[in-house]
């Protein structure tokens, strides 16, 4: 059976493509330009089975304007963008890609420390210019501590980051007494108590 699959941006993976292909999906995609309008009316135009969404927003409307809609796969961890009882009442599955992205934004705050403390970015003119100025030294992040508010899958990695370059971690949430141990990460008692202890949150 053929599918009929609506993508939320103008492009994707070339090997999610293939994989598609290769049980038979056709595939449409969203320009950057029309966004989420052109994302409704395509809906509204043609009978889809599946949508691969990652930020435009789904709302009820949307999906009641596409009856043949099965699933709406997000590219995400959250469904914040999709109105998942529209989607229930619709019989619509809504699936998230859990732990897909988390390195990847993990990786950002840890691209901050390495090149904003320090001012890397600033001193980089300089010395592509022949390194004659001498800005301010910034800041080192080894011995700094760094408090989590959370410490799912994304803030356990950014966790690692951070002990990577000597930080000291804690972390806390309203279910993170319900966990084991997390050495080498202290648990904070508190908001009050991480918010005290963090040089950076």
């Excluded at 390195?103 to 840890?110: F, K, R």
């Excluded at 904003?116 to 010395?127: M, V």
Aim: glycine share 10%.
């Amino acid at each position: 059976m053929a599918l009929h699959i609506l993508i939320t941006a103008p492009q994707l993976d070339p090997s999610a493509v293939r994989l598609l292909e290769e049980v038979g999906a056709t595939l449409d995609f969203v320009s950057l330009e029309g966004g989420r309008t052109e994302m409704q009316a395509k809906l509204a135009a043609a009978p889809f089975d599946g949508v691969i969404s990652r930020f435009l927003p789904i709302s009820a409307e949307a999906m009641a304007a596409c009856p043949t809609l099965r699933v709406i796969s997000r590219a995400a961890v959250g469904f914040d963008s999709i109105d998942v009882a529209a989607a229930t009442a619709q019989g619509i599955a809504v699936l998230r890609a859990v732990g897909a992205n988390a390195q990847s934004v993990a990786d950002l705050p840890g691209g901050v420390w390495v090149g904003g403390a320090p001012n890397s970015a600033g001193q980089n003119p300089a010395t592509l210019g022949g390194g004659g100025a001498r800005p301010r030294l910034g800041l080192e992040m080894r011995g700094r501590r760094l408090g989590l508010v959370g410490y799912g899958a994304i803030a356990q990695r950014v966790a690692n980051i951070a002990l990577a370059v000597g930080m000291r971690v804690a972390a806390w949430s309203p279910t993170l007494a319900a966990r084991d141990d997390i050495e080498p990460v202290s648990r904070a008692s508190s908001l009050h108590a991480l918010l005290a202890f963090s040089d950076v949150v």
